[in-house]
């Protein structure tokens, strides 16, 4: 068995997936208290308060595949559900027709989520009287039971765009409600242990988290062009950061890259050094960044028991002269309070 190098308290994992999916509000609410876990009763006013913004602007319909006894042929008819009909003699058959309404899948999860919340004993009494109107208001859409892989059958086209904020609530909802389950799983915790998820989800992150919590840089991923001329440049490979940060008015740069890595470091004669790739990687762009812009690099690890802060001067091409800049090689503490963390990522762009 693999030893976890990660420490992210599930507090702090929900905070950073809240970024992920551009929800400050929710980690602003999450903090209103300073516990380990987000309380239900507060998860539950929020989800509240999305269902009312769904439905005000309207349930979203689909077509979707539903069987119903007919005296009228239409669709496909399903004979293996047919065949006492024909047995008996009946005048009706099973038949199978696309429908177009509100009866669909993610219409499902938000009526089975708030079946959920209504069945918790410590929700205050007007929060299970707003669950019981809604549900009302759902009478058409089918109830379910909900189970964890039925939140990955869910793909948010521009149409249903606005159920995202919804769909996280409910994986919410639904992860801390089972964690008394017999098996005691906790699913959001096995996506530490996956370094590529990590690895996305954590850029991902850096990037929403700039773009929504300050003003004075533009956060965004940047697409750069070789300095390269001659020869077949279409078999070239993109050059793309993860995020930079832009500063129109003061012309400055700051180009973050971000490593999900479970050991940061690599072994050269017993020495521990930091992977040559990921400097030559963020060396690259920094000479390739702009004819403008004086750029800094940060090279921006998780701690996993190694605290590292250090600042390097190098030399780097600004359009044709050569400029002096620096590379951060910083580990952000996952495992500290959030408003820590917060703070942190602040002080990383002086």
Known sequence: ?????????????????????????????????????????????????????????????????????????????????????????????????????????????????????????????????????????????????????????????????????????????????????????????????????????FEKFILNFYRLEQQQFLSKIERMKWRMFGGNLAIIPEMKTDISLIDRVNKEKIIIDAKYYADIFSKSFNADKIRSTHLYQLFTYLNHSSDIYLTRGILIYPTNGVKVDEIYNISIQVGIEIQQSTIRIFTLDLNQKWQDIYNQMFVLLK
């Not at 919340?117 to 205050?124: D, N, S, T, V």
């Not at 009494?125 to 707003?130: F, G, L, S």
């Not at 759902?138 to 189970?147: E, G, M, P």
């Open 1 to 201: 068995m693999i030893e976890k190098k990660y420490k992210v308290p599930i507090r702090n994992l929900f905070c950073i997936l809240c970024y992920v999916h551009e929800m400050p509000e929710v980690v602003s609410a999450f903090n209103s208290k300073d516990e380990d876990l987000p309380q239900l009763h507060l998860l539950a006013k929020l989800f509240i308060e999305e269902t009312d913004r769904i439905m005000m602007r309207g349930l979203m319909k689909d077509y979707h595949e539903r069987a119903e006894e007919t005296n009228q042929l239409s669709g496909k008819i399903l004979f293996e559900q047919s065949l006492n009909h024909i047995i008996q003699k009946k005048p009706s058959l099973v038949c199978e027709k696309d429908q177009f309404d509100e009866d669909i899948l993610i219409n499902q999860i938000l009526k089975a989520t708030l079946n959920t919340l209504l069945k918790i004993e410590e929700l205050p009494k007007n929060q299970k009287i707003k669950i019981s109107m809604q549900l009302k208001k759902l009478h058409h859409v089918s109830a379910i039971n909900l189970f964890r892989k039925i939140f990955y059958m869910i793909r948010l086209n521009r149409n249903k765009v606005y159920y995202q904020k919804m769909l996280l609530l409910a994986r919410f909802i639904y992860e801390l409600n089972n964690l008394s389950d017999e098996d005691g799983a906790f699913d959001l915790i096995a996506i530490l242990n996956d370094e590529m998820k990590m690895q996305i989800i």
